[in-house]
Nanobody, 120 residues
Framework: QVQLVESGGGLVQAGGSLRLSCTSSGIFFGFPAMGWYRQAPGKQRELVAT???????NYVDSVKGRFTISRDNAKKTVYLQMNSLKPEDTAVYYC??????????????WGKGTLVTVSS
């Protein structure tokens, strides 16, 4: 059984930084892939960043150069460092993890989300 818990969201001024954390509870054997999604008010959910067990990362164009995803398997945690935040980054951010091939099965587990609000 896997449970993902996000933390680190909050209110920040434009240009500021936040670091989101996603920690897996229960028995943990590692995830082939983890990612961060976000959903802004009135908009569809989008994939922000992914990190695989092979060490590869990927980012949506709008956050490249500003966001960094990383993993700490010992702490069972994935992070999203967000710098130079913009009001358009305001959204609920969701952590997700795959224990199977996400290209075939999609993400298997989801956190409940953490709200990031960037004020101007």
């Amino acid at each position: 059984q896997v449970q993902l818990v996000e933390s680190g969201g909050g209110l920040v001024q434009a240009g500021g930084s936040l670091r989101l954390s996603c920690t897996s509870s229960g028995i943990f054997f590692g995830f082939p892939a983890m990612g961060w999604y976000r959903q802004a008010p009135g908009k569809q959910r989008e994939l922000v960043a992914t990190f695989t067990d092979r060490g590869s990362t990927n980012y949506v164009d709008s956050v490249k150069g500003r966001f960094t995803i990383s993993r700490d398997n010992a702490k069972k945690t994935v992070y999203l460092q967000m710098n130079s935040l913009k009001p358009e980054d305001t959204a609920v951010y969701y952590c997700a993890a795959a224990i199977r091939n996400p290209n075939t099965y999609g993400m298997d587990y989801w956190g409940k989300g953490t709200l990031v609000t960037v004020s101007s």
